[in-house]
């Protein structure tokens, strides 16, 4: 966290909160420092800090260690690259579950920053986003009120933002299933502080049977269409309801069994081909190397095309842009996506659970006559085909 206490306050503060372990960083210029503090049923390795940062490695009951990472951005607007260039750099610098905390001075989206006087640029906030995707991290969400910052400033001048957020790796997200940040209140700050919830860890969890899903990627292939065609005409009856059932649960089965013979591990594919093709690189260059290398070239280009597409399906992400590729950022966000359509808990106006006596509007006779008039073809028709192909699958796992 960044805070203005120093010495003899620190000591108070540590005892009140029975940590006695912290680490106390100066900020070079600034009022406050960065400090973390922590108690002795934590294993903390601290790895490294700056003045923007303090970076430690976690361990709890004897589980694999996770990497937190206490973040401030730049303040001033010329320097904020130098801020990315940092995540950047920590983001690359572990293989460890990670998980960015902080005040990061920049906004994601212009419904962040409310301000009559001040709008916020919109290349400043396309940085921000450009290198969160860049490094496939990806902003939790939070409960409580939406910004974490004001200058308590009147209207007109008055700013709020949610500068402070939780950004974490695909890895950490598939970890802490049911993470949780929220943002508390304060009334001796202009910054909210922010309470990290990490929930049950996912380790020894067990999950069930994953049901068949059309993957969009399949059809990057063509031999989609020979293996639906075959699995359709097996076991053909006279029954044109079964028939037609049963023709769909084999295609069913045989398109996962060609995805597994055929296809195997898509991005250990890659990883075989792009070696491959390495080798080439770095040998004598012949006319066979290069037809070998060309033919390399488009198949790894497929099979990213084919990666990308299935987690773009998986995530649900309608502005991506055709050759704008970054798999990790798709899969991040199709975990995050699971826990962020989650109801969690439901209170009335004054903050107190109320399940019970839930008041709802009563419908006019209009509104109530509109309801119960009886579906027209059209209307079922037209609902159906304004869903896109790869949204909503079918009990029978076949998407459209």
Same mark, same amino acid.
């Given at each position: 966290?960044?805070?203005?206490?120093?010495?003899?306050? #620190?000591?108070?503060?540590?005892?009140?909160?029975?940590?006695?372990?912290?680490?106390?960083?100066?900020?070079?210029?600034?009022?406050?420092?960065?400090?973390?503090?922590?108690?002795?049923?934590?294993?903390?390795?601290?790895?490294?800090?700056?003045?923007?940062?303090?970076?430690?490695?976690?361990?709890?009951?004897?589980?694999?260690?996770?990497?937190?990472? /206490?973040?401030?951005?730049?303040?001033?607007?010329?320097?904020?690259?130098?801020?990315? =260039?940092?995540?950047?750099?920590?983001?690359?610098?572990?293989?460890?579950?990670?998980? +960015?905390?902080?005040?990061?001075?920049?906004?994601?989206?212009?419904?962040?920053?409310?301000?009559?006087?001040?709008?916020?640029?919109? #290349?400043?906030?396309?940085?921000?986003?450009?290198?969160?995707?860049?490094?496939?991290?990806?902003?939790?969400?939070? =409960?409580?009120?939406?910004?974490?910052?004001?200058?308590?400033?009147?209207?007109?001048?008055?700013?709020?933002?949610?500068?402070?957020?939780?950004?974490?790796?695909?890895?950490?997200?598939?970890?802490?299933?049911?993470?949780?940040?929220?943002?508390?209140?304060?009334?001796?700050?202009?910054?909210?502080?922010?309470?990290?919830?990490?929930?049950?860890?996912?380790?020894?969890?067990?999950? /069930?049977?994953?049901? +068949?899903?059309?993957?969009?990627?399949?059809?990057?292939?063509?031999?989609?269409?020979?293996?639906?065609?075959?699995?359709?005409?097996?076991?053909?009856? %006279?029954?044109?309801?079964?028939?037609?059932? /049963?023709?769909?649960?084999?295609?069913?089965?045989?398109?996962?069994?060609?995805?597994?013979?055929?296809?195997?591990?898509?991005?250990?594919?890659?990883?075989?081909?792009?070696?491959?093709?390495?080798?080439?690189?770095?040998?004598?260059?012949?006319?066979?190397?290069?037809?070998? @290398?060309?033919?390399?070239?488009?198949?790894?280009?497929?099979?990213?095309?084919?990666? %990308?597409?299935? #987690?773009?399906?998986?995530?649900?992400?309608?502005?991506?842009?055709?050759?704008?590729?970054?798999?990790?950022? +798709?899969?991040?966000?199709? @975990?995050?996506? /699971?826990?962020?359509?989650?109801?969690?808990?439901?209170?009335?106006?004054?903050?107190?659970?109320?399940?019970?006596?839930?008041?709802?509007?009563?419908?006019? @006779?209009?509104?109530?006559?509109?309801?119960?008039?009886?579906?027209?073809?059209?209307?079922?028709?037209?609902?159906? +085909?304004?869903?896109?192909?790869?949204?909503?699958?079918?009990?029978?796992?076949?998407?459209?």
């Amino acid at each position: 966290m960044e805070t203005k206490l120093h010495g003899d306050e #620190w000591d108070n503060i540590k005892h009140r909160l029975k940590m006695p372990q912290a680490l106390l960083v100066n900020a070079n210029g600034r009022r406050g420092c960065l400090a973390l503090l922590w108690n002795r049923d934590l294993e903390v390795e601290v790895l490294y800090f700056s003045s923007h940062h303090i970076e430690e490695a976690i361990t709890e009951d004897g589980a694999d260690p996770w990497r937190l990472v /206490g973040f401030y951005g730049h303040h001033e607007a010329a320097r904020r690259k130098l801020s990315w =260039s940092l995540l950047r750099f920590i983001s690359s610098s572990s293989v460890l579950p990670t998980f +960015f905390i902080g005040d990061f001075n920049e906004v994601f989206f212009h419904y962040e920053h409310v301000s009559q006087s001040h709008p916020r640029p919109q #290349w400043k906030m396309n940085n921000f986003r450009q290198m969160a995707e860049e490094c496939g991290i990806i902003d939790v969400g939070f =409960s409580g009120v939406p910004f974490t910052w004001c200058n308590n400033f009147t209207s007109p001048y008055s700013t709020r933002a949610r500068l402070d957020r939780g950004l974490a790796s695909k890895d950490w997200i598939d970890e802490f299933l049911d993470a949780q940040l929220k943002h508390l209140s304060s009334n001796t700050s202009d910054h909210l502080p922010l309470l990290l919830n990490k929930g049950t860890r996912r380790n020894g969890i067990k999950r /069930g049977k994953a049901r +068949f899903k059309f993957e969009s990627s399949w059809c990057l292939y063509k031999e989609t269409i020979e293996v639906v065609r075959t699995a359709w005409n097996k076991d053909r009856v %006279d029954d044109h309801e079964r028939n037609q059932f /049963g023709c769909i649960q084999n295609s069913g089965l045989g398109l996962l069994k060609w995805k597994h013979d055929a296809l195997g591990n898509v991005q250990h594919k890659i990883d075989l081909k792009q070696s491959a093709l390495d080798r080439l690189n770095q040998g004598t260059i012949t006319n066979a190397s290069k037809i070998e @290398a060309i033919s390399l070239s488009k198949e790894i280009d497929k099979l990213r095309e084919a990666n %990308d597409e299935y #987690w773009r399906q998986q995530s649900r992400v309608e502005w991506r842009v055709k050759g704008d590729r970054n798999t990790t950022y +798709f899969h991040a966000l199709s @975990a995050q996506r /699971g826990k962020m359509s989650t109801i969690t808990l439901l209170q009335d106006a004054h903050g107190s659970l109320n399940l019970y006596n839930l008041h709802t509007k009563k419908l006019s @006779a209009i509104q109530r006559n509109s309801l119960e008039m009886e579906f027209l073809s059209s209307e079922v028709k037209n609902s159906i +085909f304004s869903i896109k192909g790869h949204k909503a699958p079918e009990p029978d796992g076949m998407s459209g």
